[in-house]
C-alpha cells in the first residue's frame, strides 16, 4: 500500500488526532513532527479524494493526550522549581489501554507492529523538548540531575532528584576520630540500654563523638540543601593513626540537592573552618557519580610514618639491614587477629615497595613504609605472632610494636584519582 492508502486506513478506524496519524510515519520525512506529518496527510487525502476536510478532534488512540504536550510540560517543571539543574531526562508510565489502541492502530491498518515509534516516545520527546525550553536544562540520557517521569493514569509528574557530588583530599590532624559514624556496639547505635542512657557511648548511640564525616558531610549538605549526605572514603586509615600530608581522597555525596553549582573554595574554607583544626580538606572539586567508584577501586600505594617500640636494644646496622631486607620484598599476611572479626581470614600477598628509617635510641625507631594497597604495616612490624612474613620483628628477632602510626600519602598506583573526566567544572 501507498502512504495516502495507509493514511486512508488510519483514517477509517474512527477520530485520529494528527499526531496518532503522523506518528504510524514517524520515519518518513526528517525535521517533522508527528502533528505536521498527521495534519499534511489528512489534507493530502481530503485534495487528492476531493473530500471535505475534516480536523482531527477526540482521539480514540490517545484519548486527547497528543493534545496536553504544553501542559505536561509546565507540570514537569513546576515540580522541579527550586531545583538548580542542567540536566534532566523524561519517561512516561502509558496505560495499558493507550498502548494497546495504540497497537491496534498499527494492525487495522496493517502496519507492522513497530511502524513510526510508539505514543511513549513521541510524549518524552516532545513533553522533552518544552521543558527544556521553559527550564533552560538540557536533556541527558546517561544519568541526568532530575528525572521526571509523567503518569497520565494520574495526572502526576513522578520527580528524582540525582545525587551531587563533591570530590577531595582529607587529612585527619588528630588520633582517635574515625573516618565515619562508629555506631556503639553495646546499645547498637540507640543510644539505650535496658531503657537507660547506654553507658558505652554515654548515650549517643556512637563508639566516637566525632568522626570525619560528621565533620565535613554536615557542611555539605548544608551548601547544597540536600536531604543527607554520605562519606565515601579511598580506603581508611585507623582510628589510632592521623592521616598527614596530601591527605585521602574522599567524596561526599548529596542526595536530592537544591543546589548544585557550589563554590568549591568557598565549601572548602567552610568545611576547614567547621572542623576546627581536627580535619582539613583540600583540593575540592565537584565531581561526577563515576568518582565515588573510583575513590572506592582505583588501586592505590599508601606511605606510612610510624613510631616503634622494640623489645630488647636494636642496633643501628641491624635495623637497616633489616629495612633492607623488606624493601621492594613481597609480604605473605594472614587478615590480622585485630580485624578477623569483621574481616575473611584469609592470606594476601602484597608487596612493600620501599622501607627506610633510623633509630631515635636503641629501643626506639621512626619508620618510613611505601607499600601496596591493602599492606598491614602495623603487622609488617610485629609479624602479629608469625602470620606476616617476612616482618621487622622477625628479621630483627625481638619484639616489636607500632605506638604512633600516620598515613602520611595515599596515590593511584598507575594513575592520579582526579582527572577532569570526573571533575565537574
Known amino acids: 500500500m501507498s502512504i495516502l492508502e495507509d493514511a486512508r486506513a488510519a483514517l477509517a478506524t474512527g477520530p485520529l488526532c494528527d499526531s496518532c496519524l503522523g506518528r504510524l510515519f514517524a520515519d518518513r520525512s526528517f525535521g517533522l513532527a508527528n502533528a505536521e506529518r498527521g495534519h499534511a496527510l489528512r489534507v493530502t487525502v481530503a485534495l487528492a479524494d476531493d473530500d471535505p476536510f475534516e480536523a482531527g478532534e477526540d482521539c480514540w488512540v490517545c484519548e486527547n493526550e497528543c493534545d496536553r504536550f504544553d501542559w505536561w510540560a509546565e507540570q514537569a517543571a513546576s515540580a522541579v522549581r527550586g531545583y538548580d539543574f542542567d540536566t534532566y531526562q523524561v519517561g512516561t508510565k502509558v496505560p495499558p489501554l493507550l498502548e494497546e489502541n495504540d497497537e491496534l492502530l498499527r494492525e487495522d491498518v496493517g502496519l507492522e507492529p513497530d511502524a513510526g515509534e510508539a505514543?511513549?516516545?513521541e510524549l518524552n520527546r516532545e513533553v522533552g523538548k518544552r521543558i527544556g525550553d521553559l527550564t533552560g536544562a538540557e536533556v541527558e540520557f546517561g544519568r541526568p540531575a532530575v528525572q521526571l517521569t509523567l503518569d497520565l493514569a494520574t495526572d502526576e509528574v513522578e520527580?528524582?532528584?540525582n545525587s551531587a557530588f563533591v570530590y577531595g583530599r582529607y587529612r585527619k590532624l588528630e588520633r582517635d576520630i574515625p573516618q565515619t559514624k562508629w555506631p556503639c556496639n553495646d546499645c547498637n547505635g540507640t543510644g539505650l540500654w535496658q531503657g537507660e542512657p547506654c553507658d558505652?557511648?554515654?548515650?549517643?548511640?556512637?563508639?566516637y563523638d566525632e568522626s570525619v564525616e560528621q565533620l565535613s558531610a554536615p557542611v555539605v549538605r548544608e551548601a547544597m540543601d540536600g536531604e543527607e549526605a554520605v562519606f565515601h572514603g579511598a580506603g581508611r586509615e585507623d582510628v589510632d593513626a592521623r592521616m598527614l600530608d596530601s591527605g585521602r581522597p574522599f567524596v561526599i555525596e548529596v542526595m536530592a540537592p537544591r543546589?548544585?553549582?557550589?563554590?568549591?573554595?568557598e565549601l572548602?574554607?567552610?568545611?576547614n573552618a567547621f572542623a576546627d583544626g581536627k580535619v582539613e580538606?583540600?583540593?575540592?572539586?565537584l565531581a561526577t557519580h563515576e568518582m565515588v567508584e573510583r575513590v572506592k577501586e582505583l588501586d592505590a600505594s599508601k606511605t606510612y610514618r610510624m613510631?616503634?617500640?622494640?623489645?630488647?636494644?636494636?642496633?643501628?646496622?641491624?635495623?637497616?639491614?633489616?629495612?633492607?631486607?623488606?624493601?621492594?620484598?613481597?609480604?605473605?599476611?594472614?587478615?590480622?587477629?585485630?580485624?578477623?572479626?569483621?574481616?575473611?581470614?584469609?592470606?594476601?600477598t602484597r608487596t612493600v615497595y620501599d622501607a627506610e628509617g633510623e633509630l631515635t635510641d636503641d629501643r626506639h625507631a621512626e619508620l618510613r613504609i611505601h607499600g601496596e594497597g591493602g599492606l598491614y604495616v602495623k603487622e609488617l612490624v610485629s609479624s602479629d605472632e608469625g602470620r606476616t612474613e617476612p616482618s621487622l620483628a622477625g628479621l630483627l628477632d625481638t619484639d616489636a610494636v607500632v605506638t604512633a602510626l600516620d598515613v602520611i600519602d595515599v596515590q593511584g598506583e598507575d594513575e592520579p584519582f582526579a582527572k577532569d573526566e570526573f571533575l565537574r567544572e
Do not use: M, N, W
Open 119 to 121: 505514543l511513549k516516545t
Open 307 to 348: 613510631d616503634v617500640e622494640f623489645g630488647a636494644p636494636v642496633d643501628a646496622d641491624a635495623l637497616q639491614d633489616a629495612l633492607a631486607e623488606l624493601d621492594g620484598t613481597t609480604i605473605q599476611q594472614e587478615t590480622p587477629q585485630r580485624v578477623t572479626h569483621r574481616r575473611a581470614d584469609i592470606t594476601r
Open 159 to 161: 520527580t528524582h532528584v
Open 200 to 207: 558505652g557511648c554515654g548515650g549517643s548511640g556512637y563508639r
Open 259 to 265: 543546589k548544585r553549582d557550589v563554590d568549591a573554595d
Open 268 to 271: 572548602e574554607a567552610d568545611i
Open 281 to 285: 580538606v583540600t583540593d575540592l572539586h
